[in-house]
């Protein structure tokens, strides 16, 4: 299985443990609301933790993929509230298979409000905010 595989069944399956596996320690994550990269396994896990309970609801599905080496970029619909969000996971992967550096994007501006609120509420709650 590949890693965007990996990934897509992590998502699928609503199985946060294979992070462990598909995150590189020295991974780098770029949030689409906090402007500095934000290193390591740990604060990446977080992160995508807590993306995962915001943005992955019943209308989170990957639209449209581009793969190439070791590079995907997925593009992503959900909806939160009443508002349509859109963006794109844009995520490099080393030799191994495993994720180095996650950068997501979003929009509209109304989007990546909602997201800030949401992800900061859900961040304090586990413990890290931004």
Request: hydrophobic share 45%; net charge negative.
């Amino acid at each position: 299985m590949n890693p965007v595989q990996k990934w897509h069944k992590a998502i699928h399956d609503r199985d946060l443990s294979l992070l462990d596996e598909l995150l590189a320690d020295d991974v780098v994550f770029h949030s689409p609301v906090v402007w500095t990269p934000q290193e390591g396994k740990a604060l990446t896990t977080m992160y995508l933790t807590a993306a995962f309970y915001v943005l992955g609801g019943e209308h989170f599905k990957y639209a449209k993929e581009i793969i190439s080496g070791n590079e995907a970029c997925l593009e992503f619909n959900t909806k939160i509230d009443d508002t349509i969000i859109n963006g794109v996971d844009i995520i490099t992967f080393n030799e191994e298979g495993q994720i180095t550096e996650f950068k997501v994007m979003v929009r509209p501006l109304r989007a990546i409000n909602i997201l800030k609120d949401k992800m900061f509420e859900l961040m304090q709650m586990m413990g890290k905010s931004k």
